[in-house]
């Protein structure tokens, strides 16, 4: 990371920005301050937006080229429900909300990023992307319905991790992250005395089998090629000792990388729900619902935003991806209408490993440099690169 990078003058900055929004953390769609402060930044640097209010983004606008290409960057606002346990003295001062998954740095370095590219602007129009929602509910869709990412030609993202080190930026095309489902399965069955049975229906043993056979779903079914994972959270059943249960509910997820395998789980679990249910005559009720589909990355922007990584952290610092996660994130929907790359920062400075979403999780703040610094190259990258004459080959 030497020379030192540009986006080093405007670090202190972005980390009053930074802690600022830790400080005061949001839930999913309840981003009201966090996008006042955006907007402040904004006006600061003279940058138009558009904001919707309570619920929606703020999407800046930089136009220096009327025939030039439109590059959309994002930033999540939202923060997790939790109680923040990092001692830091910027800590969250909301009881019960916790910036836990990093998004008060993504707005950081988005913001460190407009005032770079404001400085010296690319001959295109740069959009940023302060998107609500993205833990859940799926943000993205309510920025893309707003239309004002409309006529945008690619999209970028990144996302903080302790997975690599500060100066490591993680990219890789196609998939690179699961379709995530939500299931719930019922059972009901007939409740009755513990000592007695054979005059009930036991929806904790047909609950226990369900479990069990569930598991073979990927280990059986599907072809291991295809990264596949049913998880069961949650169970819930009875009341008392010496009571036979009723009812039972378990929940779970699925993760999936492949469209054909996802629909095999879906009519897997169907199926054997079906057959325990006729084996014990019980009733099992199965509803799925659908969560975030997955990233697929595009070749020409993941080109991009690797020439972007490499002018930043050198060849070196580019780690390349050589299997999907199986988390989800919502910059799927983008990718659904736009081209586009959303790629991994490392985190972290020392040895220890903090997961996302833990409440003891915190970024070495020399990451924001990385993030703002990628944000602006591959702004400039790609207004380069898709405002080049086409082929007509
Ligand atoms: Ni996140």
Redesign the pocket.
């Known amino acids: 990371m030497e020379p030192p990078l540009r986006s080093e003058a405007v670090f202190p900055r972005m980390l009053e920005l930074r802690r600022a929004i830790h400080q005061q953390p949001e839930l999913a769609f309840e981003e009201v301050e966090t996008a006042r402060l955006i907007m402040a930044e904004l006006d600061r640097l003279a940058i138009p937006y558009d904001y919707g209010g309570k619920g929606h983004g703020v999407v800046g606008r930089l136009e220096a080229g009327k025939f030039g290409p439109t590059i959309a960057l994002r930033a999540?606002m939202d923060a997790l429900p939790g109680t923040e346990t990092t001692g830091l003295p910027f800590a969250s001062k909301v009881p019960g909300k916790v910036h836990a998954?990093?998004?008060d740095a993504h707005v950081a370095m988005l913001l460190g990023a407009a005032a770079l590219l404001k400085a010296d602007p690319p001959p295109g129009r740069v959009l940023f992307v302060f998107q609500p929602a993205?833990?859940r509910g799926g943000g993205a869709r309510v920025v893309l319905a707003s239309g004002l990412l409309d006529g945008a030609d690619a999209i970028f993202g990144s996302?903080v991790t302790h997975h690599y080190r500060t100066g490591e930026i993680m990219l890789g095309e196609g998939v690179i992250t699961a379709q995530s489902d939500r299931f719930e399965i019922r059972v009901t069955g007939k409740g009755g005395h513990g000592a007695r049975p054979h005059e009930a229906i036991d929806a904790v043993v047909i609950a226990g089998l369900l479990i069990t056979a569930l598991q073979t779903l990927v280990s059986r079914q599907i072809n291991p090629v295809h990264p596949t994972v049913v998880t069961i959270g949650r169970v819930q059943a009875g009341t008392a000792a010496n009571v036979i249960a009723e009812e039972a509910l378990l929940e779970g997820t699925i993760r999936s990388t492949w469209a054909p395998c996802r629909e095999q789980v879906h009519q897997g679990l169907q199926r054997i729900a079906r057959g325990i249910a006729e084996l014990h005559g019980a009733r099992i009720e199965v509803s799925l619902s659908e969560g975030y589909p997955p990233v697929i990355n595009t070749a020409r922007e993941t080109r991009i935003a690797g020439q972007a990584a490499r002018a930043v952290v050198g060849e070196a610092g580019v780690v390349p991806m050589d299997y999907p996660s199986l988390g989800s994130e919502d910059f799927a929907y983008y990718l659904e209408r736009i081209p586009g790359c959303y790629v991994r920062l490392g985190a972290r400075s020392g040895e220890q490993y903090i997961p996302?979403h833990s409440p003891a999780f915190d970024i070495d703040e020399a990451v924001l440099k990385v993030g703002a610094a990628w944000f602006e190259a591959v702004a400039r990258e790609a207004v380069r690169e898709l405002g080049r004459p086409r082929s007509t080959s």
């Open positions: 999540d998954c990093g998004h993205e833990e996302h996302l």
